[in-house]
């Protein structure tokens, strides 16, 4: 299967704990996008990078989270300090960029915080 | 700012019992209008992309509409396998980096 992959699937931490998720996308995508979606409600932009580099991060996107992708492939979301605010199903999309519009979403990362 | 807002919230049918879930955008500049399927505890899977109003696009059961303000999935004779969350998502010429903003979803139910 080529499609978007995430790990871990499911992650549980306590409060004031910090965690990483990492998001492999299909190979030929240049563009990779980070949302949060809470139950019941539709995903919502955090950020997104063209190759390795980040050109855009929402205002969710507070100073506890850093995402990266070195060398424009893989690329991890940390949330450091965790609240039991930040639990959610984080996802990650990808899409090949130019006048390709449609984002392929992985199965997400679901987090709970404690 | 742009809004996306479906409707219905919940949609309980009998097998065989069509109907249509509504999409109304707020937005300046639609470059596309996207449907996805949820299931529980999984990530969205790509249904449609429209571009333009009159667009229309259709995959088994499912066929998806454009308007200038809305956009209408319609689902024809369900079945029991197509009980999923379909959501709506809207891109803007201004969005960098084509980012989707959502709506709400409608959860759709199909009894046997």
């Known amino acids: 299967d080529t499609g978007v992959s995430q790990n871990p699937r499911h992650k549980i931490t306590k409060r004031g704990q910090n965690v990483t998720f990492r998001c492999d996308p299909i190979?030929?995508?240049?563009?990779l996008y980070w949302y949060r979606q809470t139950l019941g409600q539709g995903p919502e932009f955090l950020t997104y990078f063209q190759n390795e580099a980040q050109l855009e991060k929402s205002r969710l996107l507070s100073d506890r989270f850093s995402a990266e992708r070195p060398k424009g492939s893989f690329s991890t979301l940390e949330i450091q300090r965790t609240e039991q605010g930040d639990s959610a199903m984080y996802l990650c999309?990808?899409?090949?960029?130019?006048?390709?519009?449609?984002?392929?979403f992985g199965p997400g990362t679901r987090l709970t915080v404690t | 700012e742009d809004q996306v807002t479906q409707s219905p919230e919940a949609l309980r049918l009998q097998e065989g019992e069509s109907s249509s879930l509504n999409c109304s955008y707020t937005v300046s500049g639609l470059r596309g209008l996207f449907w996805y399927r949820q299931d529980p505890g999984k990530g969205p899977e790509f249904l449609f992309t429209l571009y333009s109003a009159g667009e229309e696009k259709e995959k088994e059961r499912l066929k998806a509409t454009l308007t200038k303000k809305e956009s209408f999935l319609h689902i024809t004779a369900p079945k029991p396998e197509d009980s999923a969350t379909y959501l709506c998502?809207?891109?803007?010429?201004?969005?960098?980096?084509?980012?989707?903003?959502f709506g709400g979803g409608t959860r759709v139910l199909v009894k046997p």
């Open positions: 190979s030929e995508h240049n563009r």
């Open positions: 998502a809207v891109q803007t010429r201004k969005a960098a980096g084509n980012k989707l903003t």
């Open positions: 999309a990808s899409s090949l960029g130019g006048q390709f519009y449609e984002q392929y």
